[in-house]
């Protein structure tokens, strides 16, 4: 019982950890994923709560060993689902929140661009979105979006092409010809995006 | 095999794959942001309750 290695576990802990510990991991790209569903901090932190809620109480659904990322993010994603049913005629009016939470970090030229993207995301129908924040954003394999998402992998990959042109083209980026044409903020943050953050 | 990425490649619609590489980068900027953040006391508050809640109803069980 004296582990010679792990020292940390607590005495009732069997040799598998509660994967429920692992939630709380899952929390932040969660809370990134749920803000673009809803473009609204505190509607996406309401999501992200019923989420851990609806987890939690069923969490015997959870087979262990199996994709705990991929069982929460759909956990939200059908929760989101249903509240948009629910309040079928209420547009997402909380985007400004979110725009203005961008614009206030010290981003340089980047918040700009960052909120003509957010709200290029926003025009996109939510299927395509939430199939690029999964591949695109989250780096979700299209087999693990696809078990988010409940759909096909081919359909996750044609959303997400499809977000991917109507971004391109809703930012004007798609000027093959012109791969220096910096005349939209988004092209020109992207032209001198370093590597990674 | 001439600069296939500055190009529409294949079928009409598709974008140059280094237009869909930026997508995403740019992407990754906008959701990392707000993935950093820390979390709000109450998200925390609702885990360590959903657990005590858990504990005493296990206790009460034996």
């Given at each position: 019982m004296t582990g010679s290695g792990k020292a940390t576990q607590p005495p009732d802990s069997h040799e598998h950890p509660d994967p429920r510990d692992e939630i709380v991991t899952h929390l932040p790209?969660?809370?990134?994923?749920?803000?673009?569903?809803?473009?609204?901090?505190?509607?996406?932190?309401?999501?992200?709560?019923?989420?851990?809620?609806?987890?939690?109480?069923?969490?015997?659904?959870?087979?262990?060993?199996?994709?705990?990322?991929?069982?929460?993010?759909?956990?939200?994603?059908?929760?989101?689902?249903?509240?948009?049913?629910?309040?079928?005629?209420?547009?997402?009016?909380?985007?400004?929140?979110?725009?203005?939470?961008?614009?206030?970090?010290?981003?340089?030229?980047?918040?700009?661009?960052?909120?003509?993207?957010?709200?290029?995301?926003?025009?996109?129908?939510?299927?395509?979105?939430?199939?690029?924040?999964?591949?695109?954003?989250?780096?979700?394999?299209?087999?693990?979006?696809?078990?988010?998402?409940?759909?096909?992998?081919?359909?996750?990959?044609?959303?997400?092409?499809?977000?991917?042109?109507?971004?391109?083209?809703?930012?004007?980026?798609?000027?093959?010809?012109?791969?220096?044409s910096t005349d939209t903020p988004i092209a020109a943050v992207m032209a001198n995006a370093p590597g990674g953050l | 095999m001439t600069r296939r990425d500055q190009t529409k490649p294949g079928k009409a619609g598709d974008i140059p794959p280094n237009v869909s590489e930026q997508i995403d980068e740019n992407l990754k900027r906008l959701y990392s942001d707000a993935a950093s953040e820390d979390l709000p006391p109450s998200l925390i508050e609702l885990l360590d309750a959903l657990r005590s809640q858990e504990t005493q109803q296990s206790a009460g069980d034996q």
């Amino acid at each position: 019982m004296t582990g010679s290695g792990k020292a940390t576990q607590p005495p009732d802990s069997h040799e598998h950890p509660d994967p429920r510990d692992e939630i709380v991991t899952h929390l932040p790209s969660l809370r990134a994923f749920a803000r673009g569903l809803t473009g609204d901090v505190a509607a996406a932190d309401d999501l992200v709560q019923d989420t851990v809620v609806k987890a939690w109480t069923k969490f015997d659904q959870y087979q262990a060993g199996t994709n705990l990322r991929a069982w929460l993010f759909t956990i939200l994603r059908n929760t989101h689902l249903s509240l948009r049913r629910k309040r079928a005629r209420e547009v997402s009016d909380g985007e400004g929140v979110f725009a203005a939470k961008l614009a206030s970090k010290p981003d340089h030229d980047g918040r700009l661009a960052m909120q003509e993207l957010r709200a290029a995301m926003d025009m996109l129908p939510v299927e395509q979105r939430e199939a690029l924040i999964l591949v695109g954003a989250f780096g979700f394999s299209i087999e693990e979006a696809a078990e988010t998402c409940n759909c096909a992998p081919g359909t996750i990959k044609s959303r997400a092409n499809r977000a991917r042109r109507a971004l391109a083209e809703i930012l004007e980026l798609d000027k093959g010809e012109h791969p220096d044409s910096t005349d939209t903020p988004i092209a020109a943050v992207m032209a001198n995006a370093p590597g990674g953050l | 095999m001439t600069r296939r990425d500055q190009t529409k490649p294949g079928k009409a619609g598709d974008i140059p794959p280094n237009v869909s590489e930026q997508i995403d980068e740019n992407l990754k900027r906008l959701y990392s942001d707000a993935a950093s953040e820390d979390l709000p006391p109450s998200l925390i508050e609702l885990l360590d309750a959903l657990r005590s809640q858990e504990t005493q109803q296990s206790a009460g069980d034996q």
